[in-house]
């Protein structure tokens, strides 16, 4: 890949990326896209434009602010253009954008942007789990038909995962178990309480919050489960809490799960930001030669990486898109699990959701699919507000009681429409009726 970048760096034909949104995460990707060869930062799109201008200045190039009616300069000389409105960009053929990579911390402006980026003919890339989940096989299939890719980002854990996996059943391993390492977990945390920590950290409380609580942590490993057909053994995962990624064989009764791939985590264990898979070998050859390389006895044997990097890895997903048509990862196995909300504390009628993932509301849990839907439990993705359409609480709910749709009315908004012409076909079936009302 990097000798494919520099020979489109040396013909100075660079791939050409739209950044939308430049938050923690957005500013780290436009500094690396700034350093990979053969990529060229076309855009910035952020509601602060001055942040947008700050992912500019971090790539290393001059700016300009411009709107819908701009002239815009010649493509090859062109300083970043910096706007509050990606769609009007996505609408510019002359931009000839190769690539968006979609990092807001958004559902559906998010899912919006990126179908507007697909029938634009540019690949998306995802640095956004929660629209990945969300509406990732409608967009997928619309991507499809457009000739273009749309992929998870390789640096989050879910990428890192199906990287590893993809190497580990290359060798003729089973997957037994792709693992997450979670360091706290505190499943009823609210943002307000997390905003000293979140601004150390420089995140936005209510990421903060979802990182915290654990919806974030399900939201990935959802995404593994659907790439790789995995799934939950229980509900929210067992998550025990372990000093070391090497005492998973001693929290982990592998022998149980039979043939099955489980996706699950580990609390509190080291090393703090990494990821693992165990893989199953019953060969006797095999065997043989795996203890040799000091990987124990099977037929579970232990593959970890101490880290994932987030933005540094993303220009691998860029790449990946752009040079070969390829994703990093895909719900390639359908809809096997999704993330579903349960109650903070008590919730009385009449209560605004004004954020689903990382409020004060609800913390979200994975669940296979099939369970879910015959209960009629409703995916925490789908109480994010848009503007001002916020679900709103129709029947009482107690703490860590799951929410089902007799007991929300969801808001009439983009992310609503879009899951329900794509997925409550599925769920009713199942016997759940999605109530959609009107926006609050």
Known sequence: MLDLLRERAAADDPIRVALVGAGSMGLGIAWQIGRTPGMRLVSVTDLDVSAARAAAEAYGSEAIEVTATTALPEPQDAPVLLSDDPFFLLERPELRLDVVVESTNTIGFAGRVSEAAIDAGAHVVLMN???????????IERAREHGVIVTSDAGDQHGVLARMIEEIRLWGFDIAMAGNIKGYLDRHATAAALAHEAAIRHLNPIQCCAYTDGTKLCIEMALVANGFGLVPWVTGMEGPR??????????FDFARYDSVGVVDYLLGAEPGGG???????????????LSYYK???????LFYRPYHLCHLETTRAIGRAALYGQAVLQPWHG???DVYAFAKRDLAVGETVEHGIGGDRFYGMIERCEVADANGLVPIALLEPEGVRKAVVSRALRMDVPLTYDDIILPDSYLNARFAAHVAPTIQAAGAAMAVGAPT
């Open 129 to 139: 789990a929660e629209v990945d989940l969300a509406l990732g096989p409608w967009l």
């Open 335 to 337: 809809r096997v699990a």
């Open 242 to 251: 372990a000093a070391d990624v090497r005492d998973v064989f001693d929290k």
């Open 275 to 289: 990821v693992f898979v165990v893989g199953r070998c019953d060969d006797p050859l095999q065997a043989r030669y």
């Open 295 to 301: 990987l124990g006895e099977g037929p579970f044997y």
